[in-house]
């Protein structure tokens, strides 16, 4: 069963972070992106190798949630950003009508509580090796890996199953039903997309993209 958030602080962050998100939105970066924004961190872009390291450099006490906007990456440096954020007990977001699929899924079910935007989409399908003539073929050593990740956050071997079904070049949407049926329990935040524009009038230069060097 899917607990309401209407709790004002988690909105109040909410309504702040579409700001960023729309600044970010504007860039060509092909990599992750890092910002603060009040006691959360926001997560924009493709995740590559030790993008977990320069996470890491970006928390401080303060941090309470993790903002996520991502279509995934490296699997096994979002599984170590999840593990991060499990034992720290943040909390992760997925704004409403935004998308975070394959790796960065990973990272969403991490937390503490997982929460969504009534139109946010989640996605996850099997890991894959890409060889120089673009032939895909599945990652079973990374989908094991995604399995003990899984289990290591307290999800059943079912979670596990479903994570990695979808095969590589497709993707299987999270849906209230699947998630009900596997136990993956998340939070409904409010949609306050109707305030866009008028947020927009007020926004700031961007924040500075990027805290440590790869």
């Not at 995740?47 to 995934?72: H, M, Q, R």
């Not at 991490?110 to 989640?122: E, R, V």
């Not at 995604?146 to 979670?159: F, P």
Request: hydrophobic content about 45%; some cysteine.
């Amino acid at each position: 069963m899917h607990k309401i958030f209407g709790n004002l602080h988690i909105a109040n962050i909410l309504i702040r972070v579409v700001v960023n998100f729309i600044i970010i939105l504007g860039s060509k970066a092909h990599s992750v992106t890092f910002n603060y924004y009040d006691n959360g961190i926001v997560i924009f872009g493709e995740i590559l190798p030790k993008d977990d390291k320069v996470f890491e450099s970006f928390l401080n006490a303060a941090t309470k949630t993790i903002f996520l906007s991502s279509i995934g990456g490296h699997p096994p440096t979002a599984m170590a950003v999840g593990k991060i954020i499990r034992n720290r007990h943040l909390s992760t977001v997925v704004v409403n009508n935004d998308i975070c699929a394959s790796s960065c899924a990973l990272i969403w079910l991490a937390g503490q509580p997982a929460l969504l935007g009534p139109d946010s989409k989640i996605g996850l399908h099997s890991a894959y090796l890409k060889y120089d003539d673009n032939f895909i073929e599945e990652d079973k050593v990374t989908n094991l890996l995604i399995r003990d990740y899984l289990n290591w956050l307290g999800y059943s071997a079912n979670v596990a199953n479903y994570a990695t079904q979808a095969a590589p070049n497709s993707m299987k949407w999270l849906s209230q039903e699947d998630a009900d049926n596997l136990h993956i329990a998340y939070g409904i935040i409010p949609d306050e997309n109707a305030r866009k524009a008028t947020l927009y009038d007020t926004i700031p230069q961007p924040f500075v993209r990027s805290k440590v060097s790869r």
